[in-house]
């Protein structure tokens, strides 16, 4: 019987459970293991901010060591989200800072951060500790500025590829002379020059430092002082990587490289000048991860370089790489897990660089541990992913951009339907998939039948009709998140598969034929969904209710309808169908 | 929490009214034989027609080469960091040249000249023609042909009326045009 562990037994059982599912489940037993759990719960994720308020967090979990937000869709990555749709952190912020004084760690994604919010931050917890903000927006250097001077233990100042308004890069000074905790430090995204001396002080004192991401403006000859201060550095974003060529410049930059025994990631490289790229030599062969999407060389050096890293797990680089590049790839880096191909000219229909499908399939082809792909590129077949699917049953992750939408197989002009379905019924453990081309409802009807164990599902240009939404959400039983744009999705799939948006944290539409009344009906049944309906153009019901709306936003809450949005955003509920009773009526059901 | 929610028996779209097909049809077990699935038991009627559609069956016109908002999905953030912003003294200033009568045309860097006569001089030996003397009352005379070109506004313009660096900033393209054409243009305003 449950009653015959003592509570601090059970409660030090459950300290070994760290993953979110495995508590819910254990909470779920019975009801004094739900009360033991939830007072020893010490980090909580909550993957949509409007799911959920502070106070019901507050009330189940009274004494919480690290929160993790995320706020807007992932769309707002690509302007799908107007500016002002929420997400707002600060009455987070309010509440956490009321209810656990001893919070140590901030993990916000997608979410619109204050000034305020940092100030009130840095007051209110005194064991602060971890402050990562990604893809964050709202802030400026000011309340770095805060952080910096008043949290004292502070480990982590992760600023990821946040948009902070640069005020001055005097904001880094601020740390206290005292300061000597830091181990992970991303600036990477500002902008404006901070203040060398400062972060050449800061970086000496910290001993434990292992992640050091700088920011554009800090220049390649500047960087040796750095990398002598923190030889132990684990993780490193250079700055600009040019400077002209110059034999000391190099020869300091090597030596400062061949200190750094521990060194495993690299990234940065903005305005990169090749002839430095062998400065790093000595440490390629520890790398595992290396990040050279800003990197504008071309092959034949980056190639090369990128061939030295024989232990590479991860590699994020520009399409300059080209087929070739990638054929080297996959004969020199066995070990590759994860592989993401952006385009250096995504607005140019006509291709500057020779990357076709040929370089994704000698990647699958040659490197047994692929599990991760994100590809941009301007052709694909269907035999192609039929080949990627076979060699690499292992797949987890695969989002393939192909730049022109709608485009056809190049080699037979068919659909690409064939190949997807290839992907989803060979790569049984896939999670997340994004497609592109040309699409029918028949690729849907492979997702529903095979995808079984895909959680996020990414749609755009692609579908004949609402058989194919009906096929994902009738058919993919771990399905939590869904995107979609430009297809031709209406309100009979959405409407016959209302309860299972209950299952999924989101559901996103825009530009698709999902009518207004639809989404009323959709509100006024579903009372724990929040149907929200985005129209700039104007108010849903200024037309027809058979008018589609611009945008639709449908996810899971036991928090209501929200109290900020702005004059764009519409939640569907009880008070907005009125005239939705006269319809069910006239059923006569 | 997610594990107790099975949506197969929620699928019964009778209990929620939320069925749109046609009032007096029924439901019926699943009809579609290329599913496997069980939990599809409703779609049999409602999605009869939709079966049918074909691939090619597609009201939309292909996408236009306009770009479209958020597409393709690279982020705004990598966007403006990928490509540094180039000065202009570090890009040519490159414009179109066509010549009336010549299949195809050509591309001068203006950058790379210092004045109008080294300009005249550059097209005269790309199209082996030859542009006359200018006078800013009669234009190019004793040629059969004259050079001009379109400004910030679009208009077409007579080449040689204002200072080389206003030229230079205000010059989107040149024609050269047929002599005979070219009596129009003249005293700018």
Redesign the interface.
């Known amino acids: 019987m449950a009653q015959s562990f003592p509570e601090d037994v059970l409660e030090h059982v459950f300290s070994f459970l760290n993953y979110d599912k495995d508590r819910?489940a254990v909470s779920?037993v019975c009801k004094s293991w739900y009360e033991i759990e939830r007072l020893c719960r010490r980090r909580i994720f909550i993957g949509n901010c409007y799911a959920v308020s502070p106070e019901i967090v507050i009330r189940r979990f009274p004494d919480v060591r690290a929160v993790e937000l995320k706020g807007k869709p992932h769309?707002a990555?690509?302007?799908?989200v107007p500016e002002g749709w929420g997400g707002y952190v600060y009455p987070w912020i309010v509440s956490l800072a009321r209810a656990y004084p001893w919070l140590e760690e901030i993990k916000l994604k997608r979410m619109v951060v204050t000034d305020e919010s940092l100030e009130l931050i840095s007051k209110s917890f005194k064991n602060f500790k971890v402050l990562v903000l990604l893809?964050c927006e709202g802030f400026t250097t000011d309340g770095l500025a805060s952080i910096a001077a008043n949290c004292r233990n502070l480990r982590e100042l992760d600023l990821g590829?946040s948009?902070v308004e640069d005020l001055s890069g005097h904001w880094l000074s601020h740390f206290p002379d005292n300061c000597t905790s830091l181990v992970s430090l991303n600036i990477s995204?500002l902008g404006s020059e901070v203040s060398f001396c400062a972060l050449e002080r800061l970086v000496a004192r910290c001993p434990n430092l292992k992640t050091l991401r700088l920011n554009?403006a800090v220049p390649l000859e500047k960087l040796p002082n750095l990398l002598c201060r923190a030889p132990q550095l684990v993780e490193l974003g250079t700055g600009a990587y040019s400077a002209e060529i110059q034999s000391d410049i190099f020869s300091n930059l090597a030596e400062a490289f061949l200190g750094c025994k521990q060194l495993k990631g690299l990234s940065g490289f903005?305005?990169v000048v090749p002839a430095y790229l062998p400065a790093m030599y000595s440490v390629c062969s520890r790398i595992t991860s290396l990040n050279l999407?800003?990197a504008?060389a071309q092959n034949p050096e980056l190639v090369h370089f990128v061939s030295q890293c024989s232990n590479l797990q991860r590699l994020w680089v520009?399409d300059y790489i080209e087929d070739a590049g990638l054929e080297a790839l996959a004969a020199s880096c066995k070990d590759l897990h994860e592989l993401r191909v952006?385009?250096?000219d995504?607005?140019d229909?006509e291709a500057n660089v020779s990357l076709t499908e040929q370089g994704l399939v000698a990647v699958s082809e040659g490197c047994p541990k692929l599990q991760s792909v994100l590809y941009?590129c301007r052709q694909m077949s269907n035999a192609a992913l039929v080949a990627i699917a076979r060699s690499r049953p292992n797949m987890i992750r695969f989002r393939l951009?192909i730049?022109?939408?709608?485009a056809p197989d190049y080699l037979t002009l068919e659909?690409l339907d064939t190949g997807f379905g290839a992907i989803v019924e060979n790569c049984k453990e896939l999670r997340r998939l994004s497609m592109s081309g040309?699409l029918?409802?028949?690729v849907f009807?492979y997702i529903?039948?095979h995808a079984k164990k895909l959680e996020m599902l990414s749609i755009?240009?692609a579908g004949?009709?609402?058989?194919g939404l009906?096929h994902v959400l009738?058919?993919c039983e771990s399905l939590r998140k869904l995107e979609i744009?430009?297809c031709?999705f209406g309100?009979?799939a959405l409407?016959?598969?209302?309860?299972?948006l209950?299952?999924m944290r989101s559901l996103w539409m825009s530009s698709c034929s999902v009518s207004f009344g639809a989404c009323k009906?959709l509100g006024q049944?579903m009372p724990r969904l929040n149907v929200e309906v985005i129209n700039e153009r104007g108010p849903p019901d200024s037309g027809p209710e058979s008018c589609p709306v611009e945008k639709l936003y449908v996810y899971r809450t036991i928090a209501g309808p929200r109290v900020d949005m702005p004059g764009f955003v519409w939640t569907m509920d009880e008070q907005v169908s009125s005239s939705l009773s006269r319809v069910?009526e006239r059923?006569?059901? | 929490?997610?594990g107790v929610?099975s949506?197969e028996s929620?699928?019964n779209?009778?209990a929620?009214?939320?069925?749109?097909g046609l009032?007096g049809t029924e439901e019926s077990t699943a009809k579609n034989n290329?599913?496997?699935?069980p939990?599809?038991v409703?779609?049999g009627e409602?999605?009869k027609l939709?079966?049918d559609?074909?691939?090619g069956?597609?009201e939309?016109a292909?996408?236009s080469?306009a770009?479209?908002?958020?597409?393709?999905?690279?982020?705004?953030?990598?966007?403006n960091?990928?490509?540094?912003k180039k000065t202009e003294a570090e890009t040519g200033n490159y414009v179109k040249v066509s010549m009336d009568g010549a299949p195809y045309l050509r591309k001068i860097d203006l950058k790379i000249y210092m004045g109008y006569s080294e300009l005249f001089k550059a097209l005269e030996n790309m199209f082996k023609l030859t542009i006359g003397e200018y006078s800013e009352r009669e234009g190019y005379k004793g040629s059969d042909y004259a050079p001009a070109y379109e400004d910030k506004d679009g208009d077409l313009m007579l080449v040689g009326d204002v200072p080389w660096e206003m030229f230079m900033s205000s010059c989107k393209r040149l024609r050269i045009m047929k002599g005979s054409e070219a009596t129009g243009l003249g005293c700018g305003a």
């Open positions: 819910n779920l769309f990555d690509f302007n799908l893809s590829e948009e995204c554009r903005w305005d999407s800003y504008t520009l952006f385009p250096s995504p607005f229909a941009f951009c730049i022109e939408p709608r659909p040309l029918t409802d028949r009807e529903g039948t755009a240009f004949d009709s609402d058989l009906h009738s058919g744009r430009d031709p309100d009979k409407l016959a598969n209302a309860t299972k209950e299952t009906l049944k069910t059923r006569g059901d | 929490m997610e929610m949506h929620d699928l779209l009778k929620t009214e939320l069925r749109l009032p290329k599913r496997a699935s939990e599809l409703d779609d409602l999605f939709e079966s559609a074909k691939a069956d597609r939309t292909p996408a080469k770009q479209i908002v958020g597409w393709p999905p690279v982020r705004s953030y990598w966007k960091n990928v490509h540094p």
